[in-house]
């Protein structure tokens, strides 16, 4: 019903130990249709206000969070 609304859907998590793309992985595997740009992660806002403030931080993640990061 969500995707015949005239609404933007996104799904939202606090996750800072995943990247996108393997929580995109995860929940198509649950039966989730969803796309990469749907998701909303607490990584994906960090990012946002790195790039808005324009600094190179040093990334204290887990090795899986770094493609987030990429570029």
Do not use: H, W, Y
């Amino acid at each position: 019903r969500l995707r015949k609304a005239p609404v933007t859907i996104r799904f939202v998590t606090n996750t800072t130990k995943e990247c996108k793309r393997d929580l995109l992985e995860r929940l198509m595997k649950l039966g989730f249709d969803i796309t990469e740009n749907e998701i909303f992660t607490s990584l994906t806002a960090a990012r946002n206000l790195l790039e808005e403030k324009q600094v190179r931080p040093l990334l204290l993640v887990d090795d899986k969070a770094l493609p987030d990061f990429t570029g």
